[in-house]
Nanobody
């Protein structure tokens, strides 16, 4: 069955960096775009960024653009979220998700466009 397992979260000071990973299994990873979302306490889940099936295209929310970078290694069935210049408002649980479409050319931002989710990894940024 499809499994997405995030790892690499933790506690970091403002201005610091973290890299979170998402290991995928149970499907042909290289055929699907992947997305990263986050949910802060008391807030709705929001799109952070996404990467298309071959890694040739990425798209980011304005709130993280220029600070976060998404990459993927299709040989390792893993997608990464590199987070630099972290701010306290980046504190959230971070989730990876699999797009419903095969080899989609665009990166979709709506959570309804994704069909499988990991359990998330906590990222806490202290001020």
């Amino acid at each position: 069955q499809v499994q997405l397992v995030e790892s690499g979260g933790g506690l970091v000071q403002a201005g610091g960096f973290l890299r979170v990973s998402c290991a995928a299994s149970g499907f042909t990873f290289s055929l699907y775009a992947m997305g990263w979302f986050r949910q802060a306490p008391g807030k709705e889940r929001e799109f952070v960024g996404g990467i298309n099936w071959n890694g040739g295209s990425t798209y980011y929310a304005d709130s993280v653009k220029g600070r976060f970078t998404i990459s993927r290694d299709n040989a390792k069935n893993t997608v990464y979220l590199q987070m630099n210049s972290l701010k306290p408002e980046d504190t959230a649980i971070y989730y990876c998700a699999k797009d419903k479409r095969i080899a989609g050319t665009s990166i979709r931002t709506g959570s309804k466009e994704y069909e499988y989710w990991g359990r998330g990894t906590q990222v806490t940024v202290s001020s």
